[in-house]
């Protein structure tokens, strides 16, 4: 009686047991992903160089945020002073918004990467075939990535962010 179930219990137990293997080899590398690092940012549909709304803007010297003054340029209208800067925390997937005076207190690593060895990248995004029958885009957006692990970054905050206004200042140390 007990090789007469046998077909039919590996024909049961076989996919489920392939897409259990498939799913570990899909899900793991992005469980992995722990960065330690926060970075801080800005974002403006107007920052520097794409065109000159603002009076200065912002660059690390010596691992220290600094302000650099914008030349002027002909028929442009400058508005404000300075974008808003922004930490990022890794571990709560938020972010808040921080004064000039604030950022100064960090010692900030340029990168591209972080010292621990991630990067920020942009994925556009694409759900194959699933997109001809209208299906939604979840993974556009910013990732954190070392090595094939990837974590989606849901807590940017920003005045209407995407990949054009994004601004990496730098990884804090």
Not at 136 to 152: A, H, L, M, P, V
Request: hydrophobic share 35%; aromatic share 14%; no cysteine.
């Amino acid at each position: 009686m007990k090789n007469q179930y046998l077909p039919l219990i590996v024909g049961v137990s076989l996919p489920l047991i392939l897409i259990l293997a498939i799913s570990i080899v899909i899900f793991t590398p992005s469980l992995l992903v722990n960065p330690k690092h926060n970075f801080i940012y800005t974002t403006s549909s107007a920052y520097y160089p794409y065109n000159y709304e603002y009076r200065n803007t912002y660059k690390v010297e010596n691992d220290r945020l600094v302000l650099e003054a914008v030349p002027p340029r002909e028929n442009i209208t400058q508005t404000k002073d300075l974008p808003t800067l922004y930490v990022y925390d890794v571990r709560s997937d938020s972010a808040h918004q921080i004064t000039f005076e604030e950022a100064q207190d960090y010692s900030i690593d340029l990168g591209p990467s972080s010292p621990d060895g991630y990067t920020l990248i942009y994925q556009y995004g694409n759900n194959g075939i699933f997109e001809l029958l209208g299906s939604g885009n979840d993974n556009r957006g910013y990732f954190i990535s070392r090595s094939n692990g990837k974590r989606k970054l849901n807590g940017l905050a920003g005045d209407g962010w995407n990949s054009s206004n994004f601004k990496l200042i730098g990884w804090i140390k």
